[in-house]
């Protein structure tokens, strides 16, 4: 019943190694996203694709690279992980119209702990 | 650039009504949205603006000004469970058909009193 579903949870790993989050949605959508919300609960965007396409890349570094193998699935990995990565990553979903209303629908987030 | 600039916090009675107001700078604009967050879960939809006007949906209404980079949200008769991160979202169409995205505001921290 999950619309959007992001795995894990919680993810707590040493600075240097390299990590992923799954992302997947049941909605029917054909945009995702990937945002970051830090410590002061920012939310900021950093990638979002349309069918699979990148469409945005918001001056995010190049150890993250986002995956989409589908339009139901968006993964980020993140090489070399710093403490700075430290935060809770929000993947989320909408349709793509130029008119009316396309809510995002949001996962449960990833609390990543780097340490 | 893009700017979006929120109160960080507010506080109100409940039973009260509180507006919390957004004021944007952005280009590619196409649509004011405003989402929900209590502490520790997703962010959740609350109400959607593309024209000038108020929008009300029980006990939420939002308005927005596009001449004014400025839209407000209503909470009327609050409650308890209303005390969450309301955070005020502008979806950006940069190029048509080309994607959206949705710009975030820094959010306001309404803490609901007895």
């Known amino acids: 019943d999950t619309a959007v579903s992001q795995t894990p949870k919680y993810l707590v790993t040493q600075m240097g190694n390299d990590k992923s989050i799954k992302c997947e949605q049941n909605?029917?959508?054909?945009?995702m996203y990937w945002y970051k919300q830090d410590s002061k609960k920012f939310l900021k965007i950093m990638f979002s694709?349309?069918?699979?396409?990148?469409?945005i890349n918001e001056t995010v570094p190049n150890r993250f690279s986002p995956k989409s193998p589908d339009k139901a699935h968006l993964n980020l990995h993140i090489n070399s992980l710093e403490l700075g990565d430290s935060a809770v990553y929000f993947c989320?979903?909408?349709?793509?119209?130029?008119?009316?209303?396309?809510?995002?629908?949001f996962g449960q987030g990833t609390r990543l702990t780097v340490v | 650039g893009q700017n979006i600039d929120q109160p960080t916090e507010m506080t109100a009675t409940e039973g009260a009504i509180v507006q919390i107001n957004c004021t944007y700078q952005?280009?590619?604009?196409?649509?004011l949205f405003w989402y929900q967050q209590h502490a520790g879960e997703a962010p959740t939809f609350l109400s959607y603006n593309v024209l000038d006007g108020l929008e009300e949906k029980g006990r939420f209404s939002s308005f927005l000004s596009r001449s004014k980079g400025y839209s407000y949200l209503l909470l009327k008769e609050l409650q308890m469970k209303d005390s969450a991160s309301y955070l005020c979202?502008?979806?950006?169409?940069?190029?048509?058909?080309?994607?959206?995205?949705?710009?975030f505001g820094p959010g306001t921290r309404l803490s609901v009193l007895p």
């Open positions: 909605l029917g959508h054909d945009t």
């Open positions: 979202a502008v979806r950006r169409t940069p190029r048509p058909h080309y994607g959206q995205n949705f710009v």
């Open positions: 952005t280009s590619g604009f196409n649509g």
């Open positions: 989320a979903s909408s349709l793509f119209k130029l008119r009316g209303n396309t809510e995002a629908f």
């Open positions: 694709y349309n069918n699979k396409e990148l469409i």
